[in-house]
């Protein structure tokens, strides 16, 4: 591997795990201006086009069919569903509870394996999925008024909750899938029909806004999003796992809970806790383990 390559990567790592974190901050911004799945679904099939611009002018290629239903289907597992109701999930509950909620996505991905393909989980990974439930439940005690209220606040979590399962899902199928694709050129696809599919979605759900009343502060964070959270995130994503091992890549996932509760807390004044702090460390140490001792999450 080219040095200037590897550099490039560690630069793509420190990109992803501070940008990241940050997207969940500037998309509580972005909903307070135009519907989350309207938003959502404009973010991604944006990104998409741009994306998918840009590679078929280099190749000139198209995806066969049967590579575009492939490309349909993780697109609405990621996209249409995880990256829309964790936004749609953001209007009832703190941006940074659902990033903290989102990293434990290496849990879920393996209680699928156990459902769905019947791996045995070693003694070692369950009371690492021990610990890491009982940050999350540390975590929860610091909103046990919000929660017992029942209502929006109780089902931002279980959006959330429910944003995680299918991402999972998309990326186990991803992984065990034997269609050879460009996962370069394939997510821009992945973007786009999601996108497609969230949008229509919202047109059925939500009360749409004219883009015309959306506010200079709206339109910057959406061009962020887009630009930074869907483009070039991505690309740094895909390029550390290019160029970094993946026990190396995976400490992204450590660091964004953390800039989402740091801006979080710093600009929009959402309510922190030291039983929060503390359930947010002993979550990641569950999902450090976890990771350390299950190389296929």
Known sequence: MPKRAVV???WALAAISLLWGSTWFVSKLAIAHLPALQMSGYRQMLAGVILITYHVSRSRQWPGLKELGFHALLGFLFFTCSNGLSTFAIQFIPSYLAALIGCLMPFAVILLNGIFFGERVKPGVLIALGIGFAGV???LSSF????????SFLFGILITLLSVFTWSGGTLFSTRSRLNTDPFRGIGWQMLLGGIMLRLISLLV????PLSSVPAVGWV???????????LCFICYLHALKTLPLSLVSVYVYINPMVA?????????????LRLVLGALITLFGVYLVKRLNKGV
């Open 221 to 231: 964070s959406f061009a962020y999003l887009v630009l930074i959270g869907s483009l």
């Open 8 to 10: 490039l990567g560690y």
């Open 137 to 139: 439940a540390l975590i």
């Open 261 to 273: 509760l740091g801006l979080g807390v710093l600009f929009l004044g959402e309510h922190i806790t």
């Open 144 to 151: 046990v008024t919000e929660i017992s209220g029942g209502g």
């Open 206 to 209: 939500e009360k749409q806004v």
